[in-house]
């Protein structure tokens, strides 16, 4: 049998192969390295939240304007619609009606008192005559003390008359008071059938349309101040001993470039007991069972977003 000569080996062929497989190798490494997401060092993580209101009506009735929208930044005491009112007003002029009926009633105290000044004024004149006979010898003192009987009289009769108007008066008045207050009520509800912003935000969500019918309590719409935004934490006990309330540390946010943005936050509040981790919260011990929670208040550049996660860095 024979057999076939044994081929030599070519070094330079050898050393070409070797240098392919290194380049294949090397090029693995360096995409599998690309592909790879940064890692980032953080203590805790959560997510962003902020204060939210729901504005809700004071009045009951058609909704006659309602300007705003979605995503609209609106300021303290901004009037931003109305509710129908018409009906308010209508009771507010009858009420008015009412009181001035009312008070029409009231007696006219100088018109009834003019008879008995008369009188007052001719039994005072005829008294003073008595007086000035009584000089001449030609009257006697019984004259002159009926002629100041008189005068006392019409004056007693005078002083009760005006005391009866007077009572006549203040109760009617007294009558008009509750409807004063009735429509002091009524223009209560005609403000607040203004729809006026209390707090200044942005609006999160809108729960009516013009046309529709509020009533006391219904949501109108949702708004949050996001200026300053809160990142909701939690933290393990091994790291409590090294946070304190105002504390000054570093917010780590996720710009979806393989990079972090970074800003300055205060811890605000911290729990005073412990909770089990949240399922969607990952702390930097994951095999702690118990957790605390904790705010770190940021100062929002326009990028931080409701329901946002968020790393922080002790």
Known sequence: MLRKPHQEINPRNTITCIMKHFFFLTLIAITFLQCQEPTVAYDASGTFEAVETIISANASGTIEAFAISEGQTLDSGYVIGYIDSTQLHLRKKQLRAQIQALLSKRPDIASQLAAYEAQLKHAKHERDRIIKLIEADA???????????????????????????????????????????QIEQVEDQIEKCKIINPVSGTVLTKYAEVYEMAAPGKPLYKIADLDEITLRAYITGDQLPNIK??????????????????????????????????????????????VYAIKVNVRNDGFLKIGMYGEIKL
């Open 139 to 181: 009257a006697t003192p019984k004259q002159l003390d009926d002629a100041n009987a008189q005068v006392a009289v019409i004056e007693k009769q005078m002083e009760g008359l005006h005391t009866s108007l007077d009572i006549l008066s203040t109760g009617i008045r007294e009558e008009a008071t509750p409807l004063y207050t």
């Open 245 to 290: 309330l105002g504390q000054t540390l570093t917010v780590l946010i996720d710009d979806g470039q393989e990079s972090y943005r970074e800003y300055s936050g205060q811890i605000e509040w911290i729990s005073s007991k412990a909770e089990f981790t949240p399922k969607t919260i990952q702390t930097k011990d994951e095999r702690a069972n118990l």
